[in-house]
């Protein structure tokens, strides 16, 4: 009996220690990710006349980024007070950072093929012109609203063994369960992973084999946005795997490893910044070249 007991505190202490922390987590990702995403929105806008389609794709990313964040207070107080919200907010709130976090994910899958072809088959992409690029960014946010809808079905609002309300995936079976978290697996992970892996190892391929092709500057932003939401969303999948394997499951994992997704979101912003900081030097260096070689010439 004694030992039951200790066992329950330890659960209880864990699950505590797992929310303290995942709050934490979420409350630094909503203090720098927000402001980090609306100055990345300005930032970005600054590169639209390029013509360019990745500075649109990031555009569309950032968005999906900052809907996703703006959320957080919610839950926030969610974990430590309960769900007190309502049964439609739960729904709701819970579908907007579905389909934020899937066209997050198609985005940054849609970066590799289009760096791919852009850098590679310069052509090719061209014939695609505006209207279908516009098209595709559409394409991202009505697939993702599609793919995210089964929140709108499992969302819930029940009392847990704490005895205070969730707003969590209600399944009625096992294989409900197994059906979601196989899409979100396969759509949040292993297709960006083959696309990661094919697109840009074929690009790195190319660009080291051929002297005409340069390394360009957006390419490299690229790989750093889709490393990064690999790096942070690798847990959450795992969690996935285990959750469909066995029937075991854990509100600190779920906890942990949610809000480590959260993270991504996050530093993309900062990743953009140190982007244009780069770009800002490269132009100085590139004028006070242009300036010298004048001199001399003069």
Same mark, same amino acid.
């Given at each position: 009996?004694?030992?039951?007991?200790?066992?329950?505190?330890?659960?209880?202490?864990?699950?505590?220690?797992?929310?303290?922390?995942?709050?934490?987590?979420?409350?630094?990702?909503?203090?720098?990710?927000?402001?980090?995403?609306?100055?990345?929105?300005?930032?970005?806008?600054?590169?639209?006349?390029?013509?360019?389609?990745?500075?649109?794709?990031?555009?569309?990313?950032?968005?999906?980024?900052?809907?996703?964040?703006?959320?957080?207070?919610?839950?926030? %107080? *969610? &974990?430590?007070?309960?769900? =007190?919200?309502?049964?439609?907010?739960?729904? !709701?709130?819970? +579908?907007?950072? $579905?389909?934020?976090?899937?066209?997050?994910?198609?985005?940054?899958?849609?970066?590799?093929?289009?760096?791919?072809?852009?850098?590679?088959?310069?052509?090719?992409?061209?014939?695609?012109?505006?209207?279908?690029?516009?098209?595709?960014?559409?394409?991202?946010?009505?697939?993702?609203?599609?793919?995210?809808? %089964? *929140? &709108?079905?499992?969302?819930? =609002?029940?009392?847990?063994?704490?005895?205070? !309300?969730?707003? +969590?995936?209600? $399944?009625?079976?096992?294989?409900?369960?197994?059906?979601?978290?196989?899409?979100?697996?396969?759509?949040?992970?292993?297709?960006?992973?083959?696309?990661?892996?094919?697109?840009?190892?074929?690009?790195?391929?190319?660009?080291?084999?051929?002297?005409?092709?340069?390394?360009?500057?957006?390419?490299?932003?690229?790989?750093?946005?889709?490393?990064?939401?690999?790096?942070?969303?690798?847990?959450?999948?795992?969690?996935?795997?285990?959750?469909?394997?066995?029937?075991?499951?854990?509100?600190?994992?779920?906890?942990?490893?949610?809000?480590?997704?959260?993270?991504?979101?996050?530093?993309?912003?900062?990743?953009?910044?140190?982007?244009?900081?780069?770009?800002?030097?490269?132009?100085?260096?590139?004028?006070?070249?242009?300036?010298?070689?004048?001199?001399?010439?003069?």
């Amino acid at each position: 009996m004694t030992m039951e007991y200790q066992n329950i505190s330890n659960s209880s202490l864990s699950a505590h220690t797992s929310m303290i922390a995942s709050s934490t987590v979420l409350g630094l990702c909503c203090a720098l990710g927000v402001p980090g995403n609306i100055a990345g929105l300005f930032m970005l806008t600054q590169h639209l006349k390029e013509g360019s389609f990745t500075p649109k794709l990031m555009l569309s990313l950032a968005v999906s980024d900052l809907l996703s964040l703006i959320s957080l207070p919610v839950w926030i %107080y *969610a &974990l430590l007070n309960g769900w =007190v919200f309502g049964h439609s907010l739960c729904k !709701l709130i819970s +579908y907007v950072v $579905y389909w934020s976090l899937y066209s997050s994910v198609l985005s940054v899958t849609l970066l590799s093929v289009q760096r791919y072809l852009q850098v590679l088959y310069p052509q090719r992409w061209a014939k695609l012109g505006q209207k279908g690029q516009k098209g595709l960014i559409f394409g991202i946010w009505t697939s993702s609203g599609a793919l995210g809808s %089964y *929140a &709108l079905y499992f969302r819930n =609002v029940k009392k847990k063994k704490d005895r205070l !309300l969730h707003c +969590y995936q209600d $399944y009625t079976n096992k294989q409900e369960q197994v059906a979601v978290l196989l899409v979100e697996t396969l759509v949040m992970f292993v297709v960006p992973l083959f696309s990661l892996l094919f697109f840009y190892l074929r690009l790195h391929q190319r660009i080291r084999q051929s002297a005409s092709i340069k390394s360009h500057r957006l390419t490299k932003l690229a790989v750093r946005v889709v490393m990064a939401f690999f790096i942070f969303s690798t847990p959450c999948m795992v969690n996935n795997l285990v959750l469909m394997a066995l029937s075991w499951e854990s509100d600190v994992s779920n906890n942990v490893t949610g809000a480590l997704f959260f993270i991504n979101s996050c530093v993309n912003p900062f990743l953009y910044a140190f982007s244009a900081r780069t770009l800002r030097c490269r132009r100085k260096q590139h004028s006070d070249e242009q300036q010298q070689h004048q001199n001399k010439t003069e």
